[in-house]
Nanobody, 121 residues
Framework: QVQLVESEGGLVQPGGSLRLSCAASGSIFKINEMRWHRQAPGKQRELVAVITSRGTTNYADSVKGRFTISRDNAKNTVTLQMRSLKPEDTAIYYC???????????????WGQGTQVTVSS
């Protein structure tokens, strides 16, 4: 069994910063991509940032230049550093991993429980 556990989000003022982390544990052979998604009220879940096992990153246009995704392969963790936060960044943030549980079995449907980020004055 694989678990993804996210750190607590929080309330932050516009222009502020917040750091989210997610730790994967359990029967993991190898993690390919690690991703952060978010879902705002009344909206569909959207992909925010992706990082490959080699460290290649990609971001949604709405967060480019403000968010930074990083990972620690030895610890199976992924971090999302968020800066210059805006009210429209308010959402539940989820981490997601595409990984191998054995050398030949690949799964992409492991998700964290979600953590609330609220940007408001």
């Amino acid at each position: 069994q694989v678990q993804l556990v996210e750190s607590e989000g929080g309330l932050v003022q516009p222009g502020g910063s917040l750091r989210l982390s997610c730790a994967a544990s359990g029967s993991i052979f190898k993690i390919n991509e690690m991703r952060w998604h978010r879902q705002a009220p009344g909206k569909q879940r959207e992909l925010v940032a992706v990082i490959t096992s080699r460290g290649t990153t990609n971001y949604a246009d709405s967060v480019k230049g403000r968010f930074t995704i990083s990972r620690d392969n030895a610890k199976n963790t992924v971090t999302l550093q968020m800066r210059s936060l805006k009210p429209e960044d308010t959402a539940i943030y989820y981490c997601n991993a595409d990984l191998y549980i054995t050398p030949s079995i690949r799964r992409g449907d492991y998700w964290g429980q979600g953590t609330q980020v609220t940007v408001s004055s």
